[in-house]
C-alpha cells in the first residue's frame, strides 16, 4: 500500500481519532481522554504531527512526536485497521526519524506488554521490535512505573 506521509494539520484531527478508537478495546479511552485531545492540538499546533495518505487520500495512520530531555517519545504511530501490516506504521517512524532526530538519540515508545492481547492482535510489539526497539527493563510493581530505555543498536527501546 503506497502511502505518502506529512505534517498533519487540523484537518487531520478526525482522521487521526478513528486509528486511535480501533485499539480503545486493548489501550482503555483514548479518543475521549482529555489529556490525548490536549496533546493532539499541541502536536498540531507546533508541526510535530505526522498524517500517513493512501493513493486515494484516505488517512491510514498517524504520529505524535515529542522530544523528551535525552529521548525522544513516541507515543505510537496509530493505524487504520485495513492498513496494518503494509508498512504505514514504519513509513510514520521513519519520517519522524529524518525529520526530527538530531545526533545520537533514544528513542522511547510505549507499547502493548508481551503477555497483553493486543501485543499479537494489533501487532503493535512485533513491528516495534522490527524497528530496533528493545523492551526497557522496568522496576518491580509498587514502586514508581517509569520506563528505563533499553539500548539497541538502533538506540531506541519499548516498554514491555
Known sequence: MPVTVGLAGEQHAPGLLSPAAQVEQWSGPTVADAGFR????DRLRRSRALAATAAGGELSGGLLFGPGTRAYRVPGPVVGERARGTGVGHA????????????PATGEAVTFGAGHPGASASGARASY????????????????????????????????
Open 38 to 41: 490536549t496533546a493532539l492540538e
Open 92 to 103: 510514520l517512524v521513519d519520517d519522524a526519524n529524518r525529520r526530527w532526530v538530531r545526533g
Open 129 to 160: 521490535e522490527r524497528l530496533g526497539f528493545v523492551p526497557a527493563r522496568l522496576p518491580p510493581r509498587g514502586r514508581r512505573r517509569r520506563a528505563v530505555p533499553g539500548r539497541s543498536s538502533a538506540g531506541r527501546s519499548a516498554e514491555p
